[in-house]
């Protein structure tokens, strides 16, 4: 079984900075390929970036350049550092693992919410 729990989310302004962790049960984030997603009263669930168990990531045109996502395998924690954010970003940050990045995650955290107003 694997647990997932997220953290790090909170209010800001536009154009500042967060950085999410998603901390995972033990030996999880190297072996799983794990993303995160967000979804909001507004908009259904979207992915937002990807990492899978090699390294490789992959980002949604909408947050390319200013997302960055990463792993701490040590910790068992995947990140997500985001930058210029703006209030289109505002939302409930889950993320979801699986072993195979082609399929839907199998295991989800409970979720961390961002909000991004003035």
């Known amino acids: 079984q694997v647990t997932l729990v997220e953290s790090g989310g909170g209010s800001v302004q536009p154009g500042g900075s967060l950085r999410l962790s998603c901390a995972a049960s033990?030996?999880?984030?190297?072996?799983?390929?794990i993303s995160w997603y967000r979804q909001s009263a507004t908009k259904k669930r979207e992915g937002v970036a990807t990492?899978?168990?090699?390294?490789?990531?992959f980002y949604a045109s909408v947050v390319s350049g200013r997302f960055t996502i990463s792993r701490d395998n040590a910790k068992n924690t995947v990140y997500l550092q985001m930058q210029s954010l703006q209030p289109e970003d505002t939302g409930t940050y889950y993320c979801?693992?699986?072993?195979?990045?082609?399929?839907?995650?199998?295991?989800w955290g409970q979720g961390t919410q961002v909000t991004v107003s003035s």
């Open positions: 990492i899978s168990g090699p390294g490789t990531t």
């Open positions: 979801g693992a699986r072993l195979a990045c082609e399929n839907q995650p199998d295991y």
């Open positions: 033990e030996d999880t984030v190297s072996r799983y390929c």
